[in-house]
C-alpha cells in the first residue's frame, strides 16, 4: 500500500506554545488529505479534510483558528496546533486519498502524532 | 453518514479462520464499506474495501450480504499480529469519502 509518513512522531511543549506537525504522502500524490484526533481508548475522530490548494473544511465542533491546516502541494499537509493547552494533548493522525474512482482510491493513515502539552 | 455495529471485542485462536462481524442496516446504495484495523499506539492500516461483491486480496477477504445490510471480514488464518482494533466503515460515493470511525472490534489472538 501506499505510504503516509507524520513528523514528529512525538512532541512535548509548555502550555501555550504552538506545534506543527507534517503529514506526508511519499509515493503519490494527494489532492485530499485528512486529519483526526484520537484520545485514549477511544476511536479516532474526524477534525478536518484538507483539500490542496484551498481551505480545509472542518468538523463541527473543531475551531478553525486553533487548529491551522494547510496543504500547500499534493504531497504535504500541515497541522499547526495554536497556543496549545494540557486539554489538547493527543494522537493526532493524518491521512491522505489516492486519486481515481470510488472503486479504487483509498486512504492511507500516517503513524500518528504523540502530543504532550505541559 | 451510515451507522455501522461491530462486537466490542472477539477473541481467535493462532491459525485458524476468524470472522468479524458488522451490520450497517442503514446503507445506501451508494455507501462503501471500509475496513481499517489499528494496532496500539499506531496509525489505521487499510484492510480491504467493497461495494456489493465480495472481495479478496492478500490481508482478506471481505464478504457482503446479499441486501448489503451487513458484511464480514474474514481473515483465513489469524497470526498474533493480527490482533488489532478492526473498523467497518461507511463512506458515501461521489463525496469526499470522509471516513468516520466507530469504536471497532477489538480482536485478541491466542497463541
Known amino acids: 500500500g501506499a505510504v503516509v509518513s507524520q513528523h514528529p512522531s512525538r512532541v512535548i511543549c509548555k502550555s501555550g506554545t504552538s506545534v506543527k506537525i507534517e503529514c506526508r504522502s511519499l509515493?503519490?500524490?494527494?489532492?485530499?488529505m485528512f486529519w483526526y484526533r484520537q484520545f485514549p481508548k477511544q476511536s479516532l475522530m474526524l477534525m478536518a479534510t484538507?483539500?490542496?490548494?484551498?481551505?480545509?473544511?472542518?468538523e463541527q465542533g473543531v475551531e478553525k483558528d486553533k487548529f491551522l491546516i494547510n496543504h500547500a502541494s499534493l504531497t504535504l499537509s500541515t497541522l499547526t496546533v495554536t497556543s496549545a493547552h494540557p486539554e489538547d494533548s493527543s494522537f493526532y493522525i493524518c491521512?491522505?486519498?489516492?486519486?481515481?474512482?470510488?472503486?479504487?482510491?483509498?486512504?492511507?493513515f500516517g503513524p500518528g502524532t504523540r502530543l504532550l502539552v505541559l | 453518514d451510515a451507522k455501522t455495529t461491530q462486537p466490542n471485542s472477539m477473541e481467535s485462536n493462532e491459525e485458524e479462520p476468524v470472522h468479524l462481524p458488522c451490520n450497517h442496516s442503514?446503507?445506501?446504495?451508494?455507501?462503501?464499506i471500509h475496513w481499517y484495523r489499528q494496532l496500539p499506539s499506531q496509525g489505521p492500516e487499510y484492510v480491504i474495501h467493497g461495494l456489493t461483491s465480495n472481495v479478496n486480496n492478500r490481508m482478506a477477504s471481505l464478504a457482503i450480504a446479499e441486501d448489503r445490510k451487513s458484511s464480514t471480514l474474514i481473515l483465513h488464518r489469524a497470526t498474533l499480529r493480527d490482533a488489532a482494533v478492526y473498523y467497518c466503515i461507511l463512506s458515501l460515493r461521489g463525496s469526499q469519502g470522509n471516513l468516520i470511525f466507530g469504536k471497532g472490534t477489538k480482536l485478541s489472538v491466542k497463541p
Open positions: 484538507s483539500n490542496e490548494g484551498s481551505k480545509a473544511t472542518y
Open positions: 509515493d503519490f500524490q494527494a489532492t485530499t
Open positions: 442503514t446503507i445506501s446504495g451508494t455507501d462503501y
Open positions: 491521512s491522505a486519498r489516492t486519486s481515481g474512482g470510488p472503486l479504487t482510491r483509498t486512504q492511507y
